[in-house]
């Protein structure tokens, strides 16, 4: 009686562990691929504003992260997106797409 361990392999079933091993080192790839998304920088600095530019941004209490994630400059009328820091039709300098000011209109 054969032992099931000592079966010889037959071309096909080494074809099936070559094309098991592709497609789970396949599955990996786009897994570790999905999981690497590019992200917007911690903040976005505003330089070269006028003392009443940086004025309008405390009056209306910008900050780089927004606490409500429904209210996020990304979600506002007036943000204008650019890769990675975007503009804002209200506030000048850089904005940050995460952030939040009290301009907030919400899309």
Same mark, same amino acid.
């Given at each position: 009686?054969?032992?099931?361990?000592?079966?010889?392999?037959?071309?096909?079933?080494?074809?099936?562990?070559?094309?098991?091993?592709?497609?789970?080192?396949?599955?990996?790839?786009?897994?570790?691929?999905?999981?690497?998304?590019?992200?917007?920088?911690?903040? @976005?600095?505003a330089s070269?504003?006028?003392?009443?530019?940086?004025?309008?941004?405390?009056?209306?209490?910008?900050?780089?992260?927004?606490?409500?994630?429904?209210?996020?400059?990304?979600?506002?009328?007036?943000?204008?997106?650019?890769?990675?820091?975007?503009? @804002?039709?209200?506030?000048?300098?850089?904005?940050?797409?995460d952030g939040?000011?009290?301009?907030?209109?919400?899309?």
């Amino acid at each position: 009686m054969p032992s099931i361990f000592l079966m010889p392999s037959t071309p096909s079933d080494s074809t099936s562990r070559r094309r098991l091993l592709l497609y789970c080192a396949s599955t990996l790839a786009l897994l570790a691929g999905a999981g690497c998304k590019r992200s917007a920088p911690a903040t @976005c600095p505003a330089s070269n504003l006028s003392s009443d530019e940086l004025n309008v941004r405390t009056v209306l209490g910008y900050v780089d992260s927004s606490v409500d994630a429904a209210k996020t400059c990304a979600k506002c009328q007036q943000y204008v997106p650019a890769d990675p820091c975007g503009s @804002c039709k209200v506030v000048n300098g850089a904005i940050h797409p995460d952030g939040y000011c009290r301009a907030f209109v919400a899309l």
